[in-house]
């Protein structure tokens, strides 16, 4: 058969399975006049470790399910598809599996595209009730994709060995299997995504991909919550909303990462106080602020006031286990690429914690000399009353009428 003729025989099947599926669940989604949109930023979002921490309900599974189906079926409507592809889909356990992930994937997969289905446990004529292994799914180029199913408590071993070109993570997986996983995705070039809950508080993810502190510019997050979800009766948001305590509506409701006791500042509201970059005056430039760490994160941040006195920070330094021969290096480059001021011998000045003037027995120096002999001239006479610390911040996050500082 001649190229020319190949381009038509699949111009025709493409049609044939657009008119099948005109009123199938996977042609509905997002299809609407009504969208959300928050799912739509996650499908079109090029990067190859891609998070949605959202509330329950919020719409983050969908998304998950749905990407999942597009890459297997060959036709994803923002990325570069390419035929049979491999991919798992992890859950937490073999339960959670067959009642949320499995369910989601079967609901948007229309039966003519499923080519076999391997169980584990139940019968394959009815997937929905038993323990799904793999789903061998019709491409659009004319080859089978495969949809694994793992779950967590499998453990790691069960996770080595495979070449991969997707996993998604439903809900939190232990790092042992993040990191398994990331190793399977190495050749092919993959992609990792994820939807959860943060339940837990503030694990390892907290670092990995909300702090991303790994620098890795293929990370990429989005926090969903019930308003987000267009699908959602607003009567029935007030309701849930009534009925959970604070902390359970900091993680169930809005996808945040909490500790045991609360956070600090569950007044802070990405949508409120994290606006986009713009040129800053020079005039403004405040100060630098360093909380030391070594084990810890060490983390910096560069301050601006303006006339009205609203406080932006505009830049930030944020990673653990390194000297501070590389912190204060970094603290540098960025000082130079954003023109922070220096001094007439082009010495930076920052605050840091009072911690710092003390010295231990791994060093005859202090952390702040360290700094000052890299030019970096710290400050750690600062107040360190705690409670009025978090009160000011606090004020300025709610600021006056409504309007943040």
């Known amino acids: 058969?001649?190229?020319?003729?190949?381009?038509?025989?699949?111009?025709?099947?493409?049609?044939?399975?657009?008119?099948?599926?005109?009123?199938?669940?996977?042609?509905?989604?997002?299809?609407?006049?009504?969208?959300?949109?928050?799912?739509?930023?996650?499908?079109?979002?090029?990067?190859?470790?891609?998070?949605?921490?959202?509330?329950?309900?919020?719409?983050?599974?969908?998304?998950?399910?749905?990407?999942?189906?597009?890459?297997?079926?060959?036709?994803?409507?923002?990325?570069?598809?390419?035929?049979?592809?491999?991919?798992?889909?992890?859950?937490?356990?073999?339960?959670?599996?067959?009642?949320?992930?499995?369910?989601?994937?079967?609901?948007?997969?229309?039966?003519?595209?499923?080519?076999?289905?391997?169980?584990?446990?139940?019968?394959?004529?009815?997937?929905?009730?038993?323990?799904?292994?793999?789903?061998?799914?019709?491409?659009?180029?004319?080859?089978?994709?495969?949809?694994?199913?793992?779950?967590?408590?499998q453990g790691r071993e069960k996770f080595q060995g495979s070449s991969l070109d997707f996993v998604w993570f439903d809900e939190e997986p232990p790092r042992d299997i993040y990191e398994e996983c990331r190793m399977r995705v190495f050749d092919r070039r993959g992609e990792l995504f994820g939807t959860m809950t943060p339940l837990k508080g503030r694990t390892f993810l907290f670092d990995e991909i909300y702090m991303n502190g790994r620098q890795d510019p293929e990370v990429w997050y989005e926090f969903m919550e019930w308003a987000d979800n267009p699908f959602l009766d607003k009567k029935e948001i007030a309701r849930l909303g009534a009925a959970l305590g604070e902390r359970e509506l900091e993680s169930r409701r809005f996808g945040r990462f909490c500790v045991e006791e609360g956070l600090v500042y569950p007044e802070f509201d990405e949508r409120v106080h994290v606006i986009s970059p713009f040129s800053v005056p020079f005039e403004w430039q405040d100060t630098i602020s360093i909380d030391p760490g070594l084990n810890n994160p060490l983390s910096a941040h560069w301050y601006c006031t303006d006339f009205d006195g609203n406080v932006y920070i505009v830049a930030e330094h944020y990673e653990a286990k390194r000297d501070i021969d590389y912190h204060a290096a970094k603290i540098r480059e960025i000082s130079e690429r954003i023109g922070w001021h220096t001094d007439g011998k082009g010495r930076l000045a920052a605050l840091i914690d009072s911690a710092a003037n003390q010295r231990t027995l791994a060093s005859v120096k202090s952390v702040a000399e360290l700094f000052y002999e890299r030019g970096i001239l710290v400050n750690a006479n600062v107040n360190k009353d705690l409670f009025a610390g978090i009160a000011r911040v606090k004020s300025y996050l709610i600021g006056e009428g409504g309007k943040p500082k």
Not at 40 to 64: D, I, P
Not at 131 to 153: A, E
Request: charged content about 30%; glycine content about 12%.
């Open 1 to 153: 058969m001649r190229e020319e003729e190949i381009i038509v025989k699949l111009l025709e099947i493409e049609g044939e399975e657009r008119r099948r599926t005109q009123k199938g669940p996977l042609a509905r989604y997002n299809a609407g006049r009504v969208k959300h949109r928050k799912q739509l930023a996650f499908h079109k979002c090029k990067k190859r470790n891609r998070w949605v921490f959202g509330g329950n309900r919020s719409g983050k599974t969908e998304c998950g399910a749905v990407e999942c189906v597009y890459l297997a079926r060959g036709v994803h409507p923002y990325r570069k598809n390419k035929d049979g592809v491999f991919g798992w889909v992890v859950s937490l356990s073999q339960q959670v599996q067959r009642d949320v992930a499995q369910k989601k994937i079967l609901h948007y997969l229309d039966p003519a595209w499923i080519d076999d289905i391997v169980m584990l446990a139940g019968k394959k004529g009815t997937p929905g009730a038993g323990i799904i292994d793999q789903i061998r799914v019709r491409n659009v180029f004319g080859g089978i994709s495969v949809i694994g199913f793992k779950s967590c408590d």
